[in-house]
């Protein structure tokens, strides 16, 4: 070994080091949040490269995300310096699957150019195929036999092993025959989808013992990041993978929180993380109990609220660190205010200097974003949304948007070098080089440069007539922006400029989808006056979600996206019966749908280093309707003791839940009073007693309640590091 490169074992408290040091034999590490199970796994491919136990092409590392996969990497060739030449086996199941689907893909049939269809090319083709069937498609719709789909394969059911019964639900029982029609379908394409990336690698394993094989040898050693949220299909994968050899121990290191288990709607089985030893006979399961992250009443309050599930191991978590701040708890009139709070927070926080990286807002649901968006965006916040619907940065939208752009703004060259040749116009690299060589002598944009060589003989013929009839048409266009309906206008180019006819040759799922898309951003344009409008808006949108990483800004993303994430400052809106708890979970799994929201609880809270702050609001529009909400159950399980009321910055007339009513000084802010005084009085009020109701459960909770099993609360306090 080398000793001088060992110093990143010195840092880790001796449970750590254990998870770090067995190297041989299956190793399971099952802890709470924050412990440092994610640092075990990076320190623990450290010591591997460090004691030349493998090669970095030697070591499966498999993460939930790709970000994590980005961040694992970065931090292991921190550890061990400039020597590791990339970790080509760090990433998602997925990512590794394909990988090793691409290289054997006639083995299974595919082409090793075949293509991944996401869930939009899924939803297209089923729907083909239903339509086929003469099914009703407004009765039976595709996306839930995607869904239907996905289940069966996250359960590594292929169509023949699907007991029977299932899929009856669908069309009166054809549920089963278009899920087989549908794979016929995808190796006709040669194509597949998400799932098939782990059941085709499953399948090539299985008949292929001389590749599973060679893959058992390469991979000395397995790692598994939040393996509590791994389904059957990860699982079986992984099980082959893992396979006891002559001689060899099966060095796999899972690690993993039953009670950050939240992908079940998923298809993932927190059983497979409590059968580890079974699985794996002689694991050593590893427990870590100091959590590293939180400060104290952060970690005390998440510990309190998930004590309150009865489906959980439970374990021991506790800090050394400082109490710090208590999470805070504020009401807010409506999602409107809820956004402009926080927005204020944050510009508060930025002026004392904290940076806007180091906080995040945790949605429940997607649709919660749009609100803090708008305000972002109003207020020139820069702010970025992670795992959010990417519609404008589709290739057809850009293309589109980039022939809209050239109309409405003739300077726009990198529109215009978008769009000159697409559809095909026969301009050559050669033309373009031209081009860009006049515009730049000339100093004129690509456009003008354009008009002005098409006069001149210095173009060959069939460009120069290809090129000619590109500006005539812009011209023409251009001509029709004052007398045409903007949506119009846009349909219209789009089919005059033969970029619809480039989508309707292209007879695959995948260009059907793009025509969709296309049709989809025309109607939206109708949502705007004009096309000036329409353009700002799509430039605001993209701007914000494009901007680098560099940036600084604030991360918005679902709650389950931020698994394994931690930020100084987080908040946590929404904190409502109906949207949090999701309604959606408690109707379909009851009980336990109840449990995994809470657990979605405390994944949420425990990302915070610092601080976490919660939101809740009276009201709440959903689906386009108002509704007067009740505080999330998740509030009265929170620990009095720990946890603050606040009144947020109270940009609000309708202040914290401890006042109740208007804050007085409030009302020079004309805008939110306007916002409160629209609101019909009625709804107000039942807002205002179901705070109540809350504030009189959740103060009325005696503070001697049990802490929780889970927190022992005496070793915390201040002892310093
Ligand atoms: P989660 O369950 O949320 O995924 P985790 O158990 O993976 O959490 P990590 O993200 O690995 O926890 O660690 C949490 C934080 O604690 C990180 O900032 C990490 O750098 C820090 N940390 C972990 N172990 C130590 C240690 N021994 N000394 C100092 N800091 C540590
Ligand atoms: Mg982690």
């Given at each position: 070994?080398?000793?001088?490169?060992?110093?990143?074992?010195?840092?880790?408290?001796?449970?750590?080091?254990?998870?770090?040091?067995?190297?041989?034999?299956?190793?399971?590490?099952?802890?709470?949040?924050?412990?440092?199970?994610?640092?075990?796994?990076?320190?623990?491919?450290?010591?591997?490269?460090?004691?030349?136990?493998?090669?970095?092409?030697?070591?499966?590392?498999?993460?939930?995300?790709?970000?994590?996969?980005?961040?694992?990497?970065?931090?292991?060739?921190?550890?061990?310096?400039?020597?590791?030449?990339?970790?080509?086996?760090?990433?998602?199941?997925?990512?590794?699957?394909?990988?090793?689907?691409?290289?054997?893909?006639?083995?299974?049939?595919?082409?090793?150019?075949?293509?991944?269809?996401?869930?939009?090319?899924?939803?297209?083709?089923?729907?083909?195929?239903?339509?086929?069937?003469?099914?009703?498609?407004?009765?039976?719709?595709?996306?839930?036999?995607?869904?239907?789909?996905?289940?069966?394969?996250?359960?590594?059911?292929?169509?023949?092993?699907?007991?029977?019964?299932?899929?009856?639900?669908?069309?009166?029982?054809?549920?089963?025959?278009?899920?087989?029609?549908?794979?016929?379908?995808?190796?006709?394409?040669?194509?597949?989808?998400?799932?098939?990336?782990?059941?085709?690698?499953?399948?090539?394993?299985?008949?292929?013992?001389?590749?599973?094989?060679?893959?058992?040898?390469?991979?000395?050693?397995?790692?598994?990041?939040?393996?509590?949220?791994?389904?059957?299909?990860?699982?079986?994968?992984?099980?082959?993978?893992?396979?006891?050899?002559?001689?060899?121990?099966?060095?796999?290191?899972?690690?993993?929180?039953?009670?950050?288990?939240?992908?079940?709607?998923?298809?993932?089985?927190?059983?497979?993380?409590?059968?580890?030893?079974?699985?794996?006979?002689?694991?050593?399961?590893?427990?870590?109990?100091?959590?590293?992250?939180?400060?104290?009443?952060?970690?005390?309050?998440?510990?309190?609220?998930?004590?309150?599930?009865?489906?959980?191991?439970?374990?021991?978590?506790?800090?050394?660190?400082?109490?710090?701040?208590?999470?805070?708890l504020t009401s807010v009139w409506?999602?409107?205010?809820?956004?402009?709070?926080?927005?204020?927070?944050?510009?508060?926080?930025?002026?004392?200097?904290?940076?806007?990286?180091?906080?995040?807002?945790?949605?429940?649901?997607?649709?919660?974003?749009?609100?803090?968006?708008?305000?972002?965006?109003?207020?020139?916040?820069?702010?970025?949304?992670?795992?959010?619907?990417?519609?404008?940065?589709?290739?057809?939208?850009?293309?589109?948007?980039?022939?809209?752009?050239?109309?409405?703004?003739?300077?726009?060259?990198?529109?215009?070098?978008?769009?000159?040749?697409?559809?095909?116009?026969?301009?050559?690299?050669?033309?373009?080089?031209?081009?860009?060589?006049?515009?730049?002598?000339?100093?004129?944009?690509?456009?003008?440069?354009?008009?002005?060589?098409?006069?001149?003989?210095?173009?060959?013929?069939?460009?120069?007539?290809?090129?000619?009839?590109?500006?005539?048409?812009?011209?023409?266009?251009?001509?029709?922006?004052?007398?045409?309906?903007?949506?119009?206008?846009?349909?219209?180019?789009?089919?005059?400029?033969?970029?619809?006819?480039?989508?309707?040759?292209?007879?695959?799922?995948?260009?059907?989808?793009?025509?969709?898309?296309?049709?989809?951003?025309?109607?939206?344009?109708?949502?705007?006056?004009?096309?000036?409008?329409?353009?700002?808006?799509?430039?605001?949108?993209?701007?914000?979600?494009?901007?680098?990483?560099?940036?600084?800004?604030?991360?918005?993303?679902?709650?389950?996206?931020?698994?394994?994430?931690?930020?100084?400052?987080?908040?946590?809106?929404?904190?409502?019966?109906?949207?949090?708890?999701?309604?959606?979970?408690?109707?379909?799994?009851?009980?336990?749908?109840?449990?995994?929201?809470?657990?979605?609880?405390?994944?949420?809270?425990?990302?915070?280093?610092?601080?976490?702050?919660?939101y809740f609001a009276g009201?709440?529009?959903?689906?386009?309707?108002?509704?007067?909400?009740?505080p999330?159950?998740?509030?009265?399980?929170?620990?009095?003791?720990?946890?603050?009321?606040?009144?947020?910055?109270?940009?609000?007339?309708y202040g914290g839940m401890?006042?109740?009513?208007?804050?007085?000084?409030?009302?020079?802010?004309?805008?939110?009073?306007?916002?409160?005084?629209?609101?019909?009085?009625?709804?107000?009020?039942?807002?205002?007693?179901?705070l109540?109701?809350a504030?009189?459960?959740?103060?009325?909770?005696?503070?001697?309640?049990?802490?929780?099993?889970?927190?022992?609360?005496?070793?915390?306090?201040?002892?310093?590091?």
């Open positions: 070994g080398n000793q001088a490169a060992a110093g990143y074992l010195a840092g880790l408290n001796p449970e750590q080091q254990a998870a770090v040091e067995t190297l041989d034999g299956p190793v399971l590490v099952l802890a709470g949040a924050g412990t440092g199970k994610t640092r075990v796994l990076t320190t623990r491919i450290a010591h591997i490269l460090n004691q030349r136990r493998a090669f970095p092409s030697e070591i499966l590392a498999v993460t939930f995300t790709n970000k994590a996969a980005r961040e694992m990497k970065e931090r292991i060739a921190h550890l061990v310096g400039e020597a590791v030449e990339g970790m080509p086996w760090l990433g998602t199941f997925h990512a590794t699957g394909v990988k090793i689907l691409r290289r054997h893909a006639e083995l299974v049939g595919l082409k090793p150019g075949f293509t991944i269809l996401d869930t939009d090319d899924q939803n297209r083709l089923l729907k083909q195929l239903i339509q086929a069937e003469d099914i009703d498609e407004k009765r039976w719709p595709a996306r839930v036999l995607a869904s239907a789909i996905d289940g069966w394969k996250n359960r590594a059911l292929t169509p023949d092993k699907v007991p029977a019964g299932e899929g009856a639900a669908y069309a009166n029982g054809m549920g089963l025959k278009l899920y087989a029609d549908y794979q016929a379908r995808l190796k006709v394409l040669n194509a597949v989808d998400f799932g098939d990336l782990l059941l085709e690698t499953i399948r090539l394993f299985r008949e292929n013992p001389g590749v599973l094989a060679e893959y058992q040898r390469k991979f000395k050693f397995i790692l598994v990041d939040e393996y509590q949220d791994t389904n059957v299909a990860q699982y079986l994968w992984l099980r082959l993978l893992a396979q006891r050899q002559e001689g060899r121990p099966q060095n796999i290191c899972c690690v993993g929180d039953d009670d950050q288990s939240i992908y079940g709607w998923r298809g993932a089985e927190v059983d497979n993380i409590l059968r580890f030893d079974k699985d794996f006979p002689g694991a050593t399961v590893i427990r870590l109990e100091r959590n590293y992250r939180s400060t104290g009443h952060i970690l005390a309050a998440a510990a309190h609220l998930i004590a309150h599930n009865e489906g959980r191991l439970g374990k021991t978590l506790f800090t050394d660190g400082e109490d710090g701040a208590k999470p805070t409506d999602s409107e205010e809820e956004a402009r709070s926080i927005g204020e927070e944050l510009e508060q926080l930025q002026r004392q200097g904290h940076l806007l990286n180091e906080a995040a807002i945790l949605v429940r649901a997607s649709f919660q974003m749009r609100e803090f968006e708008d305000r972002f965006i109003t207020i020139g916040l820069p702010y970025r949304v992670i795992g959010g619907p990417r519609f404008y940065e589709r290739l057809e939208i850009r293309d589109a948007l980039a022939y809209l752009r050239c109309v409405a703004q003739t300077s726009d060259d990198l529109a215009f070098e978008r769009i000159v040749n697409t559809p095909k116009r026969g301009l050559g690299d050669a033309t373009l080089q031209q081009l860009h060589d006049h515009a730049r002598a000339q100093g004129v944009p690509l456009m003008q440069a354009a008009r002005v060589l098409t006069e001149t003989e210095e173009m060959k013929p069939k460009a120069r007539r290809a090129l000619k009839d590109l500006i005539d048409s812009f011209d023409r266009w251009a001509g029709q922006i004052e007398a045409m309906p903007h949506a119009e206008l846009a349909q219209l180019v789009l089919d005059e400029s033969g970029y619809t006819e480039m989508w309707q040759k292209d007879k695959t799922a995948e260009g059907a989808g793009r025509l969709e898309n296309l049709k989809e951003l025309v109607r939206s344009m109708e949502e705007f006056e004009n096309l000036a409008g329409f353009l700002e808006h799509i430039a605001l949108v993209t701007e914000a979600r494009g901007e680098g990483e560099t940036e600084d800004a604030v991360s918005i993303m679902t709650l389950h996206s931020a698994k394994g994430l931690e930020f100084e400052t987080v908040f946590l809106p929404g904190w409502e019966e109906g949207l949090f708890p999701h309604q959606r979970s408690l109707d379909e799994n009851g009980r336990a749908g109840l449990e995994e929201e809470r657990r979605l609880a405390y994944v949420g809270i425990t990302r915070a280093r610092r601080r976490a702050k919660i009201n709440r529009r959903i689906h386009g309707l108002w509704q007067s909400t009740v999330s159950r998740f509030v009265n399980d929170l620990p009095p003791d720990h946890v603050e009321i606040s009144e947020g910055l109270g940009t609000s007339g401890g006042r109740g009513g208007f804050g007085q000084s409030r009302f020079d802010k004309v805008e939110s009073f306007s916002s409160t005084y629209a609101t019909p009085g009625w709804q107000r009020a039942q807002a205002q007693k179901s109540n109701d504030q009189a459960r959740f103060t009325g909770r005696t503070g001697s309640q049990a802490f929780g099993s889970t927190y022992a609360e005496g070793r915390g306090g201040f002892q310093g590091r």
